[in-house]
């Protein structure tokens, strides 16, 4: 029998015939999305959903799709999927992570010149009868600064359209190399020198805990008077009360906003402002974008249920069937490993080395390495997968070596993994053991045997008397309940480490009062995914 494929937002006609074509029979009901209850009853009946943001795909009607093999989302956000629950019921979620880029860039691009020319408010005084030249007086943007605020596929975009204008253009982001910033003719900067340097400032890097309210008072007080603001993004970049107050000000000359904290956006303090353009999340809103997200997702789609071939998938490595069962505890542990470097680390990444010793090395090492990378830069773009993650290491100029070598120790087989940054070196190593669950077996160098757990607390120390009880003594005091904890040491008073192992996220505050502590080197909270591989 052929797989079944319901449609329930509005796709290209194209691609349902890509359906069609490849042998999927295809249900295209594109309204369908908007009524969760009709959508709940019908979807037992089908192996595939393909939608763009109409649809919801909660808990609840996962639950009720006793047949779903995957679902297609046609473009990159995937917010309107409830991942874990579709991974726990075995359900890849697709998406198409680069089709809608260069529709997005040149957005963006408009954005610039709406605020340089002031567009929006001479269009609408003219087709009022006013006749206000005087009024609108604009800035030519040739030699300006232009700040671009993450530099992957979309800003990289933006970054080379802002050089082809004469413009001066810097960048701000974590894992931008020196070449490929010179590939791109952008000058690579920290975050404060671009506010306080660019004329426009233009935001593109995904909504994570690191780059929430990225702009805020704080940050516009260290702008330059008169600067230009755009996001076309995501809502929750920038703390839209500070950026309204900086506005009527004059601190800020205007703002290009096309996303906003809260979707849809009926009511927003930026409404009604003369010098802010606002646009309905329209970034990815072109024919060809449409277009090419639909026939991406459609063949994606296809291809897994006709092949069983696996592509962009969020919550699944690329394995084939045969392999799978030995290797998917392996790319679990590879993507852990990833992750925790990842989130000890702050300064741009030049080079990743993966070492793969004993059994790894006879492994699909391809798949462990995407995983890995993945991990690794999820922390700075929530949106990578296995399949995308390579392709944004490289644009980012990251260098990535592998290496295999026979056993060598007392392991059947291990991953190394080591991360060069301009200022140092660090490394982790880990195995799966019998259970198929990840373990840390080396941290600095460090020997252990640790677990991962979803929760975690990291901290370096010189190796000295009462560090267990300082931690204790704090997490005590302010209610933070430690299920277990893990120690290691190089030597007797050399360096140390601990892992402690929390029911919940480590709160901020008493963070600041670990890393306060003059016995503590660092301290990092720490989150992993501890599902299914």
């Known amino acids: 029998m052929a797989p079944r494929v319901l449609v329930s937002d509005k796709l290209s006609t194209t691609a349902v015939q890509i359906f069609k074509d490849r042998g999927v029979e295809v249900d295209y009901l594109p309204d369908l999305g908007k009524d969760k209850e009709k959508l709940a009853e019908v979807i037992g009946?089908?192996?595939?959903?393909?939608?763009?943001?109409?649809?919801?795909?909660t808990e609840k009607l996962i639950n009720a799709?006793?047949?779903?093999?995957?679902?297609?989302?046609?473009?990159?956000g995937v917010d309107n999927v409830d991942i874990p629950a579709a991974s726990r019921k075995g359900i890849i979620v697709?998406?198409?992570?680069?089709?809608?880029?260069?529709?997005?860039?040149?957005?963006?691009?408009?954005?610039?010149?709406?605020?340089?020319?002031?567009?929006?408010?001479?269009?609408?005084?003219?087709?009022?009868?006013?006749?206000?030249?005087?009024?609108?007086?604009?800035?030519?943007?040739?030699?300006?600064?232009l700040g671009v605020i993450g530099c992957g596929n979309i800003g990289s975009i933006v970054a080379t359209r802002g050089v082809g204008l004469k413009m001066h253009v810097i960048a701000f982001d974590p894992f931008l190399s020196d070449s490929r910033a010179e590939e791109l003719g952008v000058v690579k900067v920290e975050l404060d020198e671009l506010f306080a340097r660019a004329d426009f400032i233009t935001l593109h890097t995904p909504l994570t805990d690191k780059t929430r309210n990225i702009i805020d008072a704080s940050a516009i007080a260290k702008m330059k008077d008169g600067v230009r603001i755009i996001n076309c993004a995501r809502g929750g970049l920038i703390v839209e009360a500070d950026l309204?107050?900086?506005?009527?000000?004059?601190?800020?000359?205007?703002?290009?906003?096309?996303?906003?904290?809260?979707?849809?956006?009926?009511?927003?303090?930026?409404?009604?402002?003369?010098?802010?353009?606002?646009?309905?999340?329209?970034?990815?809103?072109?024919?060809?974008?449409?277009?090419?997200?639909?026939?991406?997702?459609?063949?994606?789609?296809?291809d897994y249920l006709i092949k069983g071939a696996?592509?962009?998938?969020?919550?699944?490595?690329?394995?084939?069937?045969?392999?799978?069962?030995?290797?998917?505890?392996?790319?679990?542990?590879?993507?852990?490993?990833?992750?925790?470097?990842?989130?000890?680390?702050?300064?741009?990444?030049?080079?990743?080395?993966?070492?793969?010793?004993?059994?790894?090395a006879t492994m699909n090492t391809r798949a462990l390495i995407s995983a890995a990378?993945?991990?690794?830069?999820?922390?700075?773009?929530?949106?990578?997968?296995?399949?995308?993650?390579?392709?944004?290491?490289?644009?980012?100029?990251?260098?990535?070596?592998?290496?295999?070598?026979?056993?060598?120790?007392?392991?059947?087989?291990?991953?190394?993994?080591?991360?060069?940054?301009?200022?140092?070196?660090?490394?982790?190593?880990?195995?799966?053991?019998?259970?198929?669950?990840?373990?840390?077996?080396?941290?600095?160098?460090?020997?252990?045997?640790?677990?991962?757990?979803?929760?975690?607390?990291?901290?370096?120390?010189?190796?000295?008397?009462?560090?267990?009880?300082?931690?204790?003594?704090?997490?005590?005091?302010?209610?933070?309940?430690?299920?277990?904890?893990?120690?290691?040491?190089?030597r007797p008073g050399g360096d140390a480490i601990a892992l402690l192992y929390l029911d919940a996220p480590f709160p901020e505050k008493v963070l600041e009062q670990v890393r306060a502590h003059k016995s503590i080197d660092s301290a990092k909270r720490l989150r992993f995914d501890v599902g299914s591989a």
């Open 45 to 57: 009946q089908y192996d595939g959903l393909a939608i763009r943001s109409a649809t919801k795909v």
């Open 65 to 76: 799709a006793t047949k779903l093999k995957v679902v297609g989302r046609a473009g990159i």
């Open 94 to 145: 697709m998406n198409t992570p680069f089709g809608n880029s260069i529709t997005t860039a040149e957005h963006a691009v408009a954005m610039i010149f709406a605020l340089a020319r002031q567009i929006p408010e001479a269009n609408a005084s003219t087709h009022a009868g006013k006749w206000e030249k005087n009024r609108f007086m604009g800035i030519e943007i040739t030699g300006k600064t």
């Open 244 to 302: 309204v107050a900086a506005l009527k000000s004059g601190k800020v000359a205007g703002a290009g906003i096309d996303v906003f904290e809260v979707e849809p956006a009926e009511r927003n303090e930026l409404f009604g402002m003369h010098n802010v353009v606002a646009t309905p999340h329209l970034g990815a809103s072109t024919t060809e974008a449409q277009e090419n997200v639909a026939l991406q997702v459609a063949e994606q789609m296809a």
């Open 310 to 360: 696996v592509s962009n998938a969020i919550n699944m490595p690329s394995i084939s069937a045969e392999e799978a069962p030995r290797l998917k505890p392996f790319v679990k542990l590879a993507e852990v490993l990833g992750a925790f470097v990842g989130q000890v680390t702050e300064d741009p990444i030049k080079e990743v080395e993966i070492l793969f010793d004993g059994s790894t």
């Open 373 to 490: 990378l993945a991990g690794l830069i999820r922390p700075q773009v929530s949106d990578v997968n296995m399949v995308s993650a390579p392709i944004m290491v490289k644009e980012r100029g990251i260098i990535v070596a592998e290496v295999k070598r026979d056993k060598s120790g007392v392991f059947d087989g291990y991953i190394k993994l080591t991360v060069k940054t301009e200022h140092r070196t660090r490394s982790i190593a880990g195995t799966c053991f019998s259970d198929g669950k990840p373990r840390f077996i080396q941290i600095k160098g460090i020997n252990l045997d640790a677990e991962v757990g979803q929760h975690m607390l990291y901290t370096t120390n010189a190796d000295a008397p009462g560090i267990i009880g300082l931690l204790g003594t704090v997490c005590g005091e302010n209610g933070v309940n430690i299920a277990n904890f893990q120690l290691g040491r190089n």
